[in-house]
């Protein structure tokens, strides 16, 4: 019994008695599953610091796997290292195709994550055919089978969001589908997007059907980590790679890693992220964000996501090679609040931009936002760029900045190879931006739009729209220095 005993505590935990420091250690599936309760139990205790190393081998997280919401531990510290440490998703085996393709990178045997389809160009607009009903149809480019398109759905996209819709019939080439954000407001109408863009013919996917994006093994949990309304004072995740999550829902809140009224800070370096469905970390109401020497690969929402009353988030040195590619409006890097710092970042092939700091003149602004976003790299690789005006959305950014800013200044950064169906630029200041400062960048092969755009039109709306929330168009803007290859819009001097 005593070997039994001596055997279970060493291939779980080892304690140094030195310092203030608890060093926990998990090695098997087993012990990973009580990762949650062995963790809370540790901070509990007397130690200040609690360090889990994370053997090398591959561990399945549960939904809410690492939960420590409402977590009072104020002085306390926490540190998770991996050793060659990969994680993955729980499983939904019950939809596991024996035949289906593998195709995660360096021979990993379970797939979490499907390819799309190619995306065609439909034959017309999209028509309306029922507003009460909200149904709707296209023309496609070829005859369909209406008994292999059954239950299947239509991924459709225009201007600058995408999304699926359920295929309610079929005849001909004629595609019929529930657009449930159908708005009633023309005879016809893209569903999807506002008028000045119809004329765009729409693309699409058809998935689920035709062998074009056959299921395999589903992942069935999305967030591994929840800091919600937690008090610690900090929390640090260290060399471990992430394969995989589930999109729970169309809700903005599904996230890896969800750091929500967290009172710590978090600290992510030298990790992996890859084939995530979800974003991978969100951030609310928080100070103190640090996410460095990171790579994310495949992503099909956001990386980070630092949104409403954040500060110091600080996104460093990081890798990105296809993120956003779920069809939605985001980009790769999003921080809205006060003293962040986006620099050092290599960024290729995104959905529809790679950095983006957005308050709009619609909306309230109940806190500050400023920072600085420098010395990043960002670009399309010769066949993403190829693909782009097939592929991409539209009327976007590398850089993309809104117009409620107290200081933004965007720096020394190398922006090249953007390319996309139309209005796809450089950078990207929008609707009468203000406090923005754009200097010493350099810029170029960005063909179907400006490379730097101040844009110019929203004057008018900015003075006389009623649902506004600011009056000032275009103040403290500085341009200068910059290397451009291509074309420039600014705002000419009052």
């Known amino acids: 019994m005593r070997k039994l005993i001596v ?269 995530i469905q979800s974003d991978c970390f969100l951030a609310h109401d928080m100070t103190g964000l640090t996410v460095r020497d990171c790579l994310f690969s495949h992503c099909g929402r956001r990386c980070v996501f630092a949104g409403h009353n954040t500060a110091d988030v600080h996104l460093l040195c990081n890798r990105v090679a296809v993120s956003g590619t779920g069809g939605a409006n985001v980009n790769a890097f999003e921080s809205y609040g006060r003293h962040f710092r986006i620099s050092g970042n290599d960024i290729s092939d995104f959905g529809y931009g790679a950095i983006r700091t957005d308050i709009h003149y619609t909306t309230d602004k109940p806190y500050e936002v400023s920072g600085v976003i420098d010395h990043n790299h960002i670009y399309q690789t010769p066949a993403y760029f190829a693909a782009a005006p097939d592929e991409l959305l539209m009327d976007s950014g590398a850089i993309y900045v809104s117009t409620r800013n107290d200081s933004v200044v965007v720096r020394n950064n190398l922006i090249h190879h953007i390319n996309g169906p139309t209005y796809n630029r450089g950078i990207f200041a929008d609707d009468g931006t203000s406090h923005l400062t754009v200097r010493d960048n350099c810029l170029f092969a960005i063909p179907n739009h400006y490379a730097i755009d101040i844009d110019t039109r929203s004057a008018w709306k900015m003075r006389h729209r009623r649902d506004r929330k600011v009056d000032s168009v275009h103040e403290d803007i500085v341009v200068e220095g910059n290397q451009v290859d291509g074309k420039v819009r600014i705002p000419k001097k009052r």
């Not at 599953?33 to 509990?44: E, N, V």
């Open 7 to 275: 055997s279970l505590i060493a291939t779980l935990l080892w304690v140094s008695l030195s310092g203030e420091t608890l060093h926990l250690r998990v090695t098997s599936q087993n012990d990973f599953d009580r990762l949650d309760s062995m963790l809370g139990k540790a901070i509990g205790g007397a130690a200040d610091t609690v360090e889990i190393r994370l053997g090398a081998g591959c561990y399945f997280f549960r939904e809410r796997h690492l939960n420590l919401e409402g977590l009072d531990a104020p002085g306390k510290h926490v540190r998770i290292i991996g050793e060659d440490a990969v994680i993955y998703p729980a499983l939904d085996r019950s939809s596991f195709v024996p035949d289906a393709t593998h195709f995660l990178p360096e021979g990993d045997t379970m797939r979490v994550f499907s390819p799309p389809a190619p995306i065609r160009h439909a034959s017309f607009l999209v028509w309306v055919v029922d507003r009460k009903e909200k149904i709707c149809r296209i023309r496609v480019d070829e005859e369909l089978d209406s008994v292999a398109l059954k239950g299947g759905y239509i991924y459709l996209t225009q201007w600058f969001r995408g999304r699926s819709y359920p295929v309610v019939g079929i005849k001909g080439r004629h595609v019929y589908f529930k657009a449930e954000d159908l708005k009633q407001q023309r005879f016809l109408y893209s569903v999807n997007t506002d008028w000045t863009f119809s004329m765009q013919y729409p693309r699409y996917r058809l998935i689920n059907c035709k062998g074009e994006y056959a299921k395999a093994r589903q992942a069935a949990a999305c967030t591994f980590l929840s800091l919600h309304d937690a008090c610690l004072d900090s929390f640090q995740i260290e060399g471990i790679r992430f394969v995989g999550n589930r999109r729970l829902s169309e809700a903005p809140d599904d996230a890896l890693f969800q750091l929500t009224g967290t009172r710590a800070t978090v600290h992510v370096s030298r990790c992996r992220f890859e084939w």
